[in-house]
């Protein structure tokens, strides 16, 4: 018994040796929680897997006899100075944490809620971090060093008592004079969490080009206001290195002291915005909810380190693995530099697996586990618990009580766990059967979402709905259970298999015979895939589940082999001609599994069934034989998952796969494809010598000067898939357009597809900040029903058209009607020798130039070629089906159907098929907006009104008939239109509709377009209140449409006729070419912060077009004139200029403060730009090191130049996406047929008016709104609360200059914005 106890002092006082070196750099809250654990004896760890119990061997050495009472006497002395020491640490680190209390207690005994859990008590610690009990009795053997450390703590604490006192008396001071809701003192105060704390220097900057006179003007009146005497600072002495480095800083006189009065008036100037934010600041502090959501608090690495584990733990589960689940988080949980990583969500993906199976120790011994980690359990630990014990016949009740009453002392309800949980299969009715035993008359209570939004453009939408009238749909009941079927089935596959255009073709002899030994060699290279797939896949599972690295042999589990190797074997057949980038492969085939996997994982929850059933009564709200409904798609959606609320839980709860691991993924399979698919090498020519060869090739190629991986397919394999022209496509499922109308929207994780995974906001790949901002979100209900809305416009084939299109198509193409010709059109490319002496070294490099132009001429073909096949196979597949386009949208809020190639946002070849799949009369004037609509299509009479427009068109009735009756052998008048296959179905429409027996009664599917005239322009003119620029961009009502790229072409030729007057060569050599045309895009872009160098390459574009031009004069003049077209632009358009700058050099100081600029778009939507620096990282792997630019990682600093030249065209565009969503939002309650491309709205002829009159109302009245003062406050008050004290800090002067910028926000003009009202060519 005496050596039990030996061996156990040994072991206890090694462990306080440990923490005694460790205290030093340990939190305060682990000192502490350490200290417990020490003077309890009851360190735990527990460290069992399911199959057996791993202990850590701990050696020591047994003390001498003689020396025992002397160690012990050493080990309460020790104790002591560790006490004091944490006293001493909590005063040290007073700046940076809050004091905690230490407090000694017992831990009990037994387990949590009662059952024992047992296992080994020792600390989970890093092996080289235990030292061995022997070392530490050794070198504690003296006598003396205790008392060396009791007086060298006492001489410490004596030196620090006055430094102490200091340090308390600043905070108090600080405590009175800072805004309650900032930390005080801390050095990270003023930045977001996961931002770089490096203090910008704001002095000697270069002057930018765009706008210094506003950054002069704000550095001049900052520098006044840091000796204001109003600041309660004593003025500081500049060094005269200082005075040097900062004179940028003072505006006018360089050697002369600015006076007192000076400094008052500034002063003064600084007083309104410093009351208003701190006016937000105490409204803020006082709601306790900020209307802002703050950044993440967690660095982007820690969260992509999270998102690879729960992905790892939860593919490891899926694919029935448990034991490698429960190793890996076990070797996680071990190493303390690894355990940082995991959160509570983590342990809780095995606390969901023991409690399907009914283990309550096990879920016990993960409660411990969360304890050590220094975690709190949430609702989903709880859940697990109490699905557990609702699986466990005869559970005891006082364990169902006690785990509630934990849950209430954590401050959650069991409301909380019905409300906040995603749940699986049957684990919602275990978690309320195991409720019921201690609680028989419990009912969750579920409210659903209200559709109240704090924005007052749509308070009116949502609460005076007596007038609207909600379109349905033009299918029965049982029409659209059969098409939601249909989906289903689709979706449940993953891929469809069409049949492509070129099947039209006669096949010939050599055609039959390629198809035959294509077929051949696909059928050998999936046996030979899956039997590589296996030998890898058996390597890769005899790797060490302890080990703590990630391995794909998880990810590789997901599916049937067989469906990985279908995968690669398609993967192949995409491949163009001249080949691919190593990581877009990749990252296609791992997107690829994801998407089978998150498809599998929901039909493995049971949510299929849930999934039938709500859609099923869901088709009440749109089928035409069901009765009226006063509500939106979103709000019935959401009631019926709440009066449904049995079984598993339909939205979120899936894990996405970090882009790092997809692409891991991807190139594991790349690589055995590369390495294990080979062909005969005499399959085509029997005289070559019979050897097997790869069909692909990694190899490397140059992109601009970054050498990249490549996949290019053999020659041999190109030609037998070019002569085979195979009539069979296969597509993923998505890819396609939905049979059934969407699930709407009713959360930033549900809606869409029916299974397959969509995300609501598109962003770059990896990136995080935007999902986490919209789930901070308390509100984007008018941003979702919008959405839904125009997911909900059925659509149909305008087959007569599409025929046509197909058999150009098939023919030889057409380059003037936009149909790419086949690859046998394509150059020839040259051979040649390049070591025959014959050629001179010039011809050498003009026939390497004719090849490197002829290969990227093949290349650009088949790519255009390809995609138009895709498009044209699409619909025609779809020729005789209704069909929808789910919606999602980018990061500023702008919308995109989910199907990527066959939508209404395409080509003029794809909007030419697509026609509504309702049809209503033409009524009175919609013949004559059938008409109007043509002659917008042609490009003609844009300076004509409406009537003159009407009447050219009925000028030319004779070439719309002919155009309709023969496309392809009459006039071809339609084929010199800007939009040629548009007008050409525009003419049919027309012809149809006149030689109806009633125009006004003729039933049109046809979608009439109204669009914007520069309406990027046309928001900043609104902004601005600029009488000028409304007038420009048709916000005044005008008798004719003011076409503002003719007027900016007018006022460019009148400076280049003054210029050419005095001489300048190149404003003669221009004379008669500066057109509408020349500087179109120009003016459209600039807006959208195109620069002088894009706007040059724009207008050398336009001029290269014109053949008359003399080509050696092409960069001089467009170097001359992207300079007259900017200038003319500063002249027409004043208040758009002081806003663009306003808005650039607001986010250039944001940016230099160590900010991503954020905002709020007046619906409500919240909006952050992810532009960061460049990080590099490295993907090793066997195949090659695959370097990803990482630019959206919130770690890294802002990325300045991107931020502030992003901002002015961003912020726009959230601004038009807006307007476009209040429109469709008052359209639909108005029954309207409404759908968008961006600025340009589509609906019914009959509809046009209505439209356009709500269209108006809803600019004027996002326009009324103080767009610029809440922005200006919503910045200040995200990044200008609780600066620093010290007024000579350079960041304190960089957030002052700041603070009066946002604050000057840009004076208005005079425009009446009700006159937008009676403007017909607003949108026309």
Request: contains cysteine.
């Given at each position: 018994m005496s050596l039990l106890r030996v061996c156990a002092f040994a072991k206890c006082l090694s462990r306080r040796s440990l923490f005694g070196k460790c205290a030093g750099r340990l939190s305060l809250a682990d000192c502490c929680q350490l200290c417990v654990s020490t003077r309890s004896g009851t360190v735990r760890r527990i460290s069992e897997t399911p199959l057996q119990l791993?202990?850590?061997?701990?050696?020591?050495?047994?003390?001498?006899?003689?020396?025992?009472?002397?160690?012990?006497?050493?080990?309460?002395?020790?104790?002591?100075?560790?006490?004091?020491?944490?006293?001493?640490?909590?005063?040290?680190?007073?700046?940076?944490?809050?004091?905690?209390?230490?407090?000694?207690?017992?831990?009990?005994?037994?387990?949590?809620?009662?059952?024992?859990v047992k296992g080994p008590k020792s600390s989970p610690q890093e092996k080289s971090d235990i030292p061995k009990s022997g070392q530490t009795l050794a070198k504690g053997a003296s006598k003396s060093q205790p008392s060396r450390w009791m007086e060298k703590l006492t001489l410490?604490?004596?030196?620090?008592?006055?430094?102490?006192?200091?340090?308390?008396?600043?905070?108090?001071?600080?405590?009175?004079?800072?805004?309650?809701?900032?930390?005080?003192?801390?050095?990270?105060?003023?930045?977001?969490?996961?931002?770089?704390?490096?203090?910008?220097?704001?002095?000697?900057?270069?002057k930018s080009r765009g706008g210094m006179k506003l950054s002069d003007e704000i550095r001049a009146a900052v520098s006044r206001t840091s000796a204001a005497a109003g600041t309660g600072v004593v003025p500081h002495k500049v060094s005269e290195g200082k005075q040097k480095s900062s004179k940028t800083w003072v505006s006018g006189t360089k050697g002369q002291k600015q006076t007192v009065t000076d400094a008052q008036d500034m002063a003064k100037e600084l007083e309104e915005p410093e009351r208003r934010l701190s006016q937000q600041v105490r409204q803020l502090t006082s709601s306790g909810n900020p209307d802002h959501p703050q950044e993440g608090s967690q660095g982007t690495a820690c969260e992509d380190i999270q998102l690879s584990i729960r992905s790892y733990l939860e593919a490891s589960v899926f694919a029935g693995d448990i034991e490698r689940a429960h190793c890996f988080l076990l070797s996680q949980h071990r190493v303390m530099r690894r355990r940082k990583h995991l959160n509570t969500n983590i342990y809780n993906i095995l606390m969901r697996v023991w409690a399907k199976k009914g283990t309550l120790s096990q879920i016990g011994r993960i409660f411990i586990?969360?304890?050590?980690?220094?975690?709190?359990?949430?609702?989903?630990?709880?859940?697990?618990?109490?699905?557990?014990?609702?699986r466990k016949p005869n559970c005891s009740p006082k364990l169902i009580t006690r785990c509630l009453n934990e849950m209430e002392a954590n401050g959650l309800s069991v409301d909380n766990v019905f409300s906040q949980c995603v749940f699986r299969q049957d684990e919602r009715d275990m978690v309320l059967k195991a409720v019921h035993i201690v609680q028989p008359d419990y009912q969750p209570s579920l409210s659903v979402t209200t559709s109240q939004c704090s924005s007052s453009l749509v308070q009116d939408f949502y609460t005076q709905r007596a007038d609207h009238r909600y379109p349905k749909l033009d299918f029965t009941q049982e029409e659209l259970q059969k098409r939601f079927n249909h989906q289903l089935i689709m979706e449940q596959a993953c891929t469809i298999t069409i049949d492509s255009v070129e099947t039209a073709r006669p096949v010939t002899t050599n055609m039959a015979k390629m198809r035959e030994l294509l077929a051949d060699q696909r059928a050998q290279w999936q046996k030979i895939l899956l039997q590589a797939l296996r030998e890898s896949k058996m390597i890769l599972a005899n790797?060490?589940?302890?080990?703590?690295?990630?391995?794909?042999?998880?990810?590789?589990?997901?599916?049937?082999?067989?469906?990985?190797?279908?995968?690669?074997?398609?993967?192949?057949?995409?491949?163009?001609?001249?080949?691919?980038?190593?990581?877009?492969?990749?990252?296609?085939?791992?997107?690829?599994?994801?998407?089978?996997y998150s498809v599998r994982q929901k039909q493995q929850n049971q949510m299929v069934e849930k999934l039938c059933n709500i859609y099923s009564a869901y088709t009440d709200l749109l089928a035409k034989d069901t009765k009226e409904y006063d509500v939106l798609p979103r709000e019935q959606w959401c009631k019926l998952e709440a009066e449904q609320s049995s079984g598993p839980t339909l939205q979120g709860g899936e894990t996405h796969w970090p882009y790092i691991v997809a692409l891991e993924l991807g190139i594991y399979m790349v690589d055995?494809?590369?390495?294990?698919?080979?062909?005969?090498?005499?399959?085509?020519?029997?005289?070559?010598?019979?050897?097997?060869?790869?069909?692909?090739?990694?190899?490397?190629?140059?992109?601009?000067?970054?050498?990249?991986?490549?996949?290019?397919?053999?020659?041999?394999?190109?030609?037998?898939?070019?002569?085979?022209?195979?009539?069979?496509?296969?597509?993923?499922?998505?890819?396609?357009?939905?049979?059934?109308?969407?699930?709407?929207?009713?959360?930033?994780?549900?809606?869409?597809?029916?299974?397959?995974?969509?995300?609501?906001?598109?962003?770059?790949?990896?990136?995080?900040?935007?999902?986490?901002?919209?789930?901070?979100?308390?509100?984007?209900?008018?941003?979702?029903?919008?959405?839904?809305?125009?997911?909900?416009?059925?659509?149909?084939?305008?087959?007569?058209?599409?025929?046509?299109?197909?058999?150009?198509?098939?023919?030889?193409?057409?380059?003037?009607?936009?149909?790419?010709?086949?690859?046998?059109?394509?150059?020839?490319?040259?051979?040649?020798?390049?070591?025959?002496?014959?050629?001179?070294?010039?011809?050498?490099?003009?026939?390497?130039?004719?090849?490197?132009?002829?290969?990227?001429?093949?290349?650009?073909?088949?790519s255009l070629r390809m995609d138009a096949l895709y498009k044209l196979s699409i619909a025609n597949h779809m020729r005789d089906e209704i069909f929808w386009f789910p919606h999602n949208m980018d990061f500023r809020g702008r919308t995109y159907p989910c199907p990527p190639y066959f939508n209404h946002l395409g080509s003029d070849v794809t909007r030419a098929v697509l026609v509504f799949a309702e049809?209503?009369?033409?009524?009175?004037?919609?013949?004559?907006?059938?008409?109007?609509?043509?002659?917008?299509?042609?490009?003609?009479?844009?300076?004509?009104?409406?009537?003159?427009?009407?009447?050219?068109?009925?000028?030319?009735?004779?070439?719309?008939?002919?155009?309709?009756?023969?496309?392809?052998?009459?006039?071809?008048?339609?084929?010199?239109?800007?939009?040629?296959?548009?007008?050409?179905?525009?003419?049919?429409?027309?012809?149809?509709?006149?030689?109806?027996?009633?125009?006004?009664?003729?039933?049109?599917?046809?979608?009439?377009?109204?669009?914007?005239?520069?309406?990027?322009?046309?928001?900043?003119?609104?902004?601005?209140?600029?009488?000028?620029?409304?007038?420009?961009?048709?916000?005044?009502?005008?008798?004719?449409?003011?076409?503002?790229?003719?007027?900016?072409?007018?006022?460019?030729?009148?400076?280049?006729?003054?210029?050419?007057?005095?001489?300048?060569?190149?404003?003669?050599?221009?004379?008669?070419f500066i057109n509408r045309k020349v500087v179109k895009q120009t003016v459209m872009t600039v807006v959208y912060g195109v620069t002088r160098y894009g706007g040059r390459l724009q207008i050398e574009k336009r001029l290269k077009e014109i053949d008359e031009f003399p080509k050696e004069h092409v960069w001089d003049a467009s170097h001359y004139l992207v300079r007259l077209v900017f200038s003319g632009l500063k002249e027409m358009f004043t208040g758009t200029r002081e806003i663009q700058d306003w808005l650039t050099e607001s986010a250039r100081l944001i940016s230099k403060c160590g900010h991503t600029v954020e905002w709020v778009t007046p619906l409500g939507l919240p909006i952050i730009?992810?532009?960061?620096?460049?990080?590099?990282?490295?993907?090793?792997?066997?195949?090659?090191?695959?370097?990803?630019?990482?630019?959206?990682?919130?770690?890294?600093?802002?990325?300045?130049?991107?931020?502030?030249?992003?901002?002015?065209?961003?912020?726009?565009?959230?601004?038009?996406?807006?307007?476009?969503?209040?429109?469709?939002?008052?359209?639909?309650?108005?029954?309207?047929?409404f759908v968008s491309v961006h600025d340009c709205f589509w609906t019914h002829a009959i509809t046009v008016d209505t439209m356009n009159k709500v269209c108006r109302e809803q600019f004027v009245a996002l326009h009324s709104q103080p767009i610029l003062e809440e922005l200006s406050n919503f910045l200040l008050q995200k990044y200008c609360t609780g600066l620093p004290m010290e007024t000579n800090n350079k960041k304190h002067q960089g957030y002052r200059w700041l603070m009066l910028l946002l604050a000057k926000v840009p004076q208005t003009g005079d425009f009446d914005l009700q006159r937008v009202k009676e403007s017909t060519y607003f949108f026309s």
């Open positions: 791993q202990r850590r061997k701990v050696s020591f050495v047994i003390p001498k006899t003689e020396d025992g009472k002397k160690r012990a006497l050493e080990q309460s002395q020790l104790l002591d100075v560790l006490e004091a020491r944490i006293n001493q640490l909590q005063s040290d680190v007073v700046l940076d944490v809050q004091r905690a209390k230490v407090q000694f207690v017992k831990t009990p005994t037994s387990g949590r809620w009662g059952f024992t410490e604490q004596k030196s620090k008592f006055k430094k102490q006192q200091h340090v308390e008396q600043k905070i108090q001071k600080n405590v009175k004079e800072k805004p309650p809701a900032k930390s005080k003192g801390s050095k990270s105060s003023l930045m977001h969490p996961g931002t770089s704390h490096k203090t910008i220097s704001a002095t000697a900057k270069k586990l969360l304890e050590e980690a220094g975690l709190k359990p949430n609702v989903g630990s709880y859940s697990a618990a109490l699905e557990c014990m609702g790797t060490s589940t302890k080990d703590y690295r990630l391995n794909l042999y998880p990810y590789l589990c997901l599916m049937e082999d067989r469906e990985y190797v279908d995968i690669m074997i398609q993967s192949v057949a995409n491949l163009p001609p001249s080949g691919e980038s190593l990581k877009i492969i990749a990252r296609d085939l791992g997107n690829r599994v994801y998407t089978m055995l494809m590369v390495k294990n698919l080979k062909i005969n090498s005499d399959i085509l020519n029997p005289a070559f010598d019979r050897k097997l060869i790869p069909i692909l090739y990694h190899m490397y190629t140059f992109r601009s000067t970054r050498q990249v991986g490549f996949i290019k397919t053999h020659p041999i394999l190109t030609q037998m898939q070019q002569e085979a022209m195979e009539t069979k496509l296969t597509f993923d499922s998505y890819v396609m357009p939905m049979m059934c109308p969407p699930i709407p929207w009713t959360s930033v994780k549900s809606g869409a597809y029916l299974l397959t995974p969509t995300k609501l906001m598109r962003t770059v790949e990896g990136a995080t900040q935007h999902e986490v901002l919209l789930e901070k979100c308390q509100n984007v209900h008018p941003v979702l029903d919008s959405l839904n809305q125009l997911g909900n416009c059925a659509w149909r084939i305008n087959k007569p058209l599409l025929d046509i299109i197909i058999s150009i198509f098939n023919d030889r193409g057409s380059d003037k009607l936009d149909i790419p010709p086949p690859l046998s059109e394509a150059p020839k490319i040259p051979h040649f020798n390049s070591h025959d002496p014959m050629y001179t070294a010039s011809e050498k490099a003009h026939m390497k130039k004719e090849v490197i132009n002829a290969k990227k001429k093949c290349g650009e073909m088949h049809g209503k009369p033409l009524g009175p004037k919609g013949l004559d907006w059938l008409k109007i609509h043509l002659v917008n299509l042609t490009g003609l009479k844009k300076r004509s009104p409406l009537q003159g427009r009407l009447e050219y068109a009925n000028t030319i009735m004779e070439d719309i008939l002919d155009s309709a009756d023969n496309p392809l052998n009459g006039k071809k008048w339609w084929m010199n239109a800007d939009e040629p296959w548009q007008a050409l179905a525009c003419c049919m429409e027309i012809a149809n509709a006149v030689r109806s027996p009633d125009p006004t009664q003729y039933i049109s599917h046809f979608p009439v377009h109204q669009d914007g005239s520069c309406n990027g322009l046309q928001h900043y003119a609104a902004l601005g209140r600029d009488v000028i620029g409304a007038t420009s961009v048709n916000l005044m009502p005008c008798d004719t449409p003011q076409d503002v790229y003719s007027g900016v072409a007018q006022q460019v030729e009148e400076f280049r006729a003054r210029d050419a007057a005095h001489g300048l060569k190149i404003a003669q050599v221009l004379e008669g730009q992810p532009y960061h620096r460049t990080r590099n990282q490295v993907l090793k792997s066997t195949m090659q090191h695959v370097n990803l630019q990482i630019t959206h990682d919130t770690k890294e600093r802002p990325d300045t130049v991107k931020q502030k030249n992003a901002f002015p065209p961003n912020f726009i565009h959230s601004l038009d996406s807006t307007h476009m969503m209040l429109t469709a939002l008052h359209c639909y309650s108005a029954g309207l047929t």
